[in-house]
């Protein structure tokens, strides 16, 4: 697919109310669930975007058809244990969580798939989740920890308890996934709290699950050999995409945006109280409970930002958020320093890389040493420069918003991986007054 480099331009005050796209967590994790539950599994708000529709063709294949029925998805579910044999290698396209989830999944069946992904995921590390897995009597063809796999599942899993060396929802996912397919109880260990989504949504479809703290840690249980049943999930709007909005409301000058029903579970709002933290103006308004998450509208006015210390332990809850943090810290007046990143150099790209470089080449003062990024914000930014985003969606997005606030438009090689997991990116940010266009190093 030929690339498609887009500019984006210093835009007047950004104004209005928008609603962001389902969030991609939930919506993973809503059609796998469904496609292990027995019944009909009805879901509202699902984000229809690349990765969360390989995951649904993936189901399909494995049996369980996912549907678009109206403005509802319909997954016809098959059962824990119930999914069947592909005929074809199995796609996740640029899904880490869609690989990783799923490889959980397929452990507790006696079946064997091949999974392949594009270049970003076939680079990204599945060891930490083939080695928990392994243990449980999953098995993989060759001593490969990357995309391609042939993965072979066993009907006969081993009940673990496994304490997570990174902080990883994806891992914790994944070996709690299996345990609902082996016997007995299966436990996941973490030091740091990750989102938990798998936890409340399993419980929402009936798995028992027990989670307990002991000397600062948190351990999850599933009971295995598990009936789920079939259920209606409301997917709320993705903080994780919103971030991009409420970023752009925070920096251009005038702007007062408001982001109508998005997720505030406390394992995924860090970004937002660390925008506060900045002297953003971030109120969370008409606080409520839909389908057993923390909803919110989230309004941001543009206000004078200042540097601040982003300490590792707030990693997880905004795992996603730094490079878009990372601008808005370019704009800030002092030092941002954020510890403790060592996991955004396996994303879909290396993140700190790629956020350093993309900074650098907008003139902003920004640096990495080890785990750490620093950004040395003098207030405004100059922009103008062309931003390589290595086939990665929220490099493409965090650079689009820079854009918007720096004196010269910040132009990105490649806008077409927004449809990972943004699809209406681009418009929703134009319905509130952002501008785009192709840029003169795009051009020339
Ligand atoms: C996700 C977990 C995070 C995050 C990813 C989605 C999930 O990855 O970066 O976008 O849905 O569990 P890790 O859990 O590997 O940090």
Redesign the pocket.
């Known amino acids: 697919m030929a690339a498609r480099p887009l500019a984006s331009l210093a835009s007047g005050p950004l104004k209005g109310r928008v609603r962001v796209p389902g969030d991609?967590?939930i919506s993973?994790?809503a059609l796998m669930f469904g496609a292990i539950s027995t019944g009909t599994t009805r879901l509202r708000g699902l984000l229809e975007a690349e990765d969360v529709l390989n995951t649904a063709k993936v189901l399909s294949a494995l049996g369980a058809p996912v549907t678009k029925a109206g403005g509802e998805w319909h997954v016809k579910g098959r059962g824990v244990g119930g999914l069947s044999q592909p005929d074809s290698p199995l796609d996740f396209g640029n899904s880490?969580?869609g690989t990783?989830?799923m490889l959980g999944i397929i452990a507790g069946h006696d079946m064997t798939v091949e999974i392949i992904g594009d270049a970003s995921l076939s680079r990204r590390p599945m060891g930490r989740v083939l080695g928990p897995l392994q243990q449980m009597g999953l098995e993989i063809e060759g001593a490969r920890d990357r995309l391609p796999l042939v993965a072979r599942g066993s009907s006969n899993l081993i009940p673990i308890t496994y304490e997570l060396p990174v902080?990883?929802?994806?891992?914790?996912?994944a070996v709690l996934l299996a345990g609902l397919h082996a016997p007995g109880e299966t436990s996941v260990i973490e030091k740091e709290a990750?989102?938990d989504?798998?936890e409340r949504m399993l419980r929402h479809f009936g798995a028992e699950l027990s989670v307990d703290t002991l000397d600062g840690k948190t351990k999850i249980t599933v009971k295995g050999d598990a009936e789920l049943k079939g259920c209606d999930v409301v997917i709320p709007g993705d903080p994780?995409s919103a971030a991009f909005l409420a970023a752009a409301a925070a920096l251009v000058p005038g702007s007062d945006v408001t982001i109508e029903g998005v997720l505030i579970n406390p394992t995924r709002v860090g970004f937002y109280e660390v925008l506060r933290e900045m002297g953003a103006d971030v109120s969370f308004l008409n606080e409520r409970d839909e389908g057993g998450e923390p909803v919110a509208d989230i309004r941001v006015q543009q206000a004078p930002l200042k540097g601040v210390h982003v300490a590792a332990h707030r990693a997880?809850s905004m795992?996603?958020e730094y490079p878009v943090l990372s601008v808005v810290a370019a704009f800030a007046q002092g030092e941002t320093r954020m510890d403790g990143l060592a996991?955004l150099k396996v994303?879909e790209s290396d993140r700190l890389a790629a956020t350093v470089a993309g900074l650098i080449a907008n003139g902003v003062d920004a640096a990495s040493e080890g785990d750490v990024l620093i950004v040395r914000g003098s207030g405004a930014v100059r922009g103008g420069g062309l931003v390589e985003t290595h086939l990665d969606h929220r490099m493409a997005m965090s650079f689009l918003t820079m854009g918007l606030a720096s004196k010269e438009p910040v132009t990105v090689d490649d806008v077409a991986m927004v449809a990972t997991s943004f699809p209406e990116f681009l418009s929703l940010m134009q319905s509130l007054g952002a501008r785009f266009g192709m840029g003169a190093e795009a051009r020339g």
Not at 167 to 173: D, E, G, H, L
């Open positions: 991609k967590s993973h994790r880490g969580t990783r989830l902080p990883s929802a994806q891992v914790k996912s990750t989102r989504h798998t994780s997880p795992i996603d996991e994303k």
